[in-house]
């Protein structure tokens, strides 16, 4: 594929033109013009969402069938122009229709639950009736509609962070921006648009414009948060990871280059470090970590698992870099959790098939499995440990699992999970070796930090633990203990306390003394690096394996 200048686009049936920037793809350029398509794989060409028509193709440069972009297609339908919006890159002007499939709706992801006060106190200034608080994750990006008046959350609205066409995880954007600083402006464009389209599908449900949105709260990790506000963040990819700022901060809207959003005085919680944002200090608010007992830790579940524990000495601090397999990115059928996903897999050993649970939204219309999500990923893992199918190295038994197994034309046996007449793609759902090395990595990762972190804080295991994020929110305890992604703790002492992250940006939105706590909590907070201590290795290797039932 080659890009040529700045070319049109012109989008049916809504008949719009819009341009597309050199370098850009289809999917980018339709992004930045506040439309947004599927695409679960982050824009890489495997998932097949972000299928459009291209019906003029202008020079025909486009359209080759042995580009790239048409790999994995029918060929009945690239007989009809179809291909990925993610995969071309227009040297040309050229027409296109969007098929209604293949566009995103407000149900593309989930945060998990938000747990708050029965009654939240209104702001001193009333002037405004609508405030926004947003949750600006790596992968998904939550947005709360509140009635500052009333009290009350109106509505969310979750959103894939369109930024993951330039990598799953913070490392891969850091990497974009440094090698090439121009990218800076197209990641902020890419999350005001996510946002402006998440309140923008708020609003029309609560009969209301953008406009009435006069202020507004944003947390998230620390290279979330610079991408934002326009600040790069290069400097955290290198030794010694210092951010550009840690302070909070207070822009308005028309700055950051909000459309609908333009009024909205938006103010950022103060971060902790360069790889600990203030999600995690807005979690710690929403569930008063300042005043739980010794021995009480809350880990942040996502692409960047944050870990803060109440040590003997103080509250302490670290992140793990778990990578987004727990959200179903980087998996070979991975998700998001929307309708037809697998959420839950058991094995039944008489028929010597998977029975796997989906995600249905919409029960009424029923659809069949489409892939699967980090839940239901974690819950396959964890039968096939029960079961004999794996290792605890973590390699599939041939043996035990041989009449499970299909081999594609290229690569290592996968365990097929749906087979392919009962899936809607009508390829089979399976899960792959890299899938479960993913996993272990993951959870390794996450389980290492806990340990060394209760270690520094002269505990062996936490007296309670509390699990937040959208991945925390959904998983069953008995999977998660089950792959040894959590320490080996009673079960009583897990506690789910939902997207408190996104629970904490809410009361930072209604409540000034919220923020204040937020200045103390992180000015309080000793990070902990874990990577530089001689027993991580050791500790990590060991974490990588399934526990011995």
């Known amino acids: 594929m080659s890009a040529a200048a700045s070319c049109r686009l012109r989008i049916l049936p809504e008949d719009i033109e819009l341009s597309a920037d050199t370098g850009q793809s289809v999917l980018e350029a339709l992004i930045a013009n506040g ?92 002037s405004s009736e609508y405030g926004l608080a947003i949750d600006l994750g790596t992968t998904t990006i939550a947005v709360y509609l509140c009635n500052l008046r009333k009290g009350i959350v109106s509505g969310t609205v979750s959103v894939r962070n369109p930024q993951a066409i330039f990598g799953d995880d913070v490392m ?122 010794v021995g009480t830790m809350l880990v942040d579940v996502g692409t960047n698992g944050e870990v803060m524990f109440v040590g003997e000495e103080g509250m302490l601090a670290t992140s793990c870099a778990t990578g987004p397999a727990f959200e179903g990115a980087t998996i070979r ?40 999500c980090g839940t239901g990923v974690i819950s396959a893992v964890a039968e096939c440990c029960r079961s004999g199918l794996l290792s605890l190295e973590g390699r599939l038994d041939r043996k035990a699992a041989s009449d499970l197994l299909t081999r594609p034309k290229e690569g290592l046996p996968e365990l097929v999970l749906v087979p392919s007449e009962d899936t809607r793609t009508r390829d089979p759902i399976t899960l ?66 939902g997207n408190a992250a996104g629970a904490g940006a809410i009361l930072a939105l209604f409540d000034g003394a919220s923020r204040k706590a937020a200045r103390k909590l992180a000015s309080a907070t000793t990070v902990v690096d874990l990577a530089a201590r001689a027993e991580f290795q050791t500790a990590f290797l060991s974490a990588l394996n399934f526990p011995s039932s």
């Open 35 to 126: 439309i947004f398509l599927r695409a679960d794989c982050g824009g890489k060409g495997r998932c097949g969402k972000c299928l459009i028509q291209i019906v003029d193709p202008g020079d025909g440069s486009a359209l080759p069938l042995e580009d790239g972009a048409a790999e994995g297609l029918p060929p009945d339908l690239l007989n009809k122009g179809f291909r990925l919006a993610c995969q071309i890159l227009p040297a040309a002007d050229m027409t296109i229709v969007i098929p209604e499939s293949s566009r995103q709706i407000p149900e593309v992801g989930r945060k998990g639950p938000i747990l708050l006060p029965d009654t939240l106190p209104p702001p001193k200034d009333r």
């Open 172 to 293: 891969s954007r850091i990497g974009a921006v440094a090698r090439t600083p121009e990218t800076l402006s197209r990641l902020q464009r890419m999350a005001v648009q996510a946002i402006d389209w998440a309140a923008l599908s708020l609003c029309r449900s609560a009969g209301m414009t953008p406009e009435q949105i006069a202020s507004g709260t944003v947390v998230g990790n620390t290279t979330m948060i610079h991408l934002l506000l326009g600040e790069s963040p290069a400097s955290i990819g290198m030794h010694p990871y210092e951010p550009r700022f840690v302070a909070e901060k207070t822009v308005l809207g028309k700055a950051l280059g909000f459309a609908g959003l333009s009024s909205m005085e938006l103010y950022s919680l103060p971060l902790i470090s360069g790889f600990l944002g203030s999600d995690i200090l807005a979690a710690a608010l929403a569930v008063d970590l300042s005043h739980a007992p």
């Open 333 to 372: 059928h991975g998700m998001h959790a929307v309708s037809g996903a697998i959420s839950s897999v058991s094995f039944d050993a008489s028929t010597r098939r998977f029975d796997c649970t989906t995600i249905q939204k919409r029960p009424q219309h029923p659809v069949l499995p489409s892939g699967i």
């Open 432 to 497: 792959t070796q890299k899938d479960i090395r993913a996993i272990q990595l993951a959870k390794g990762a996450l389980l290492t930090g806990m340990d060394l972190l209760c270690r520094h804080g002269r505990r062996r295991l936490p007296d309670a633990l509390l699990v937040a994020g959208a991945f925390g929110s959904y998983i069953d305890k008995t999977d998660a203990f089950a792959i040894g992604m959590f320490p080996p703790l009673p079960s009583e002492r897990l506690r789910v306390v």
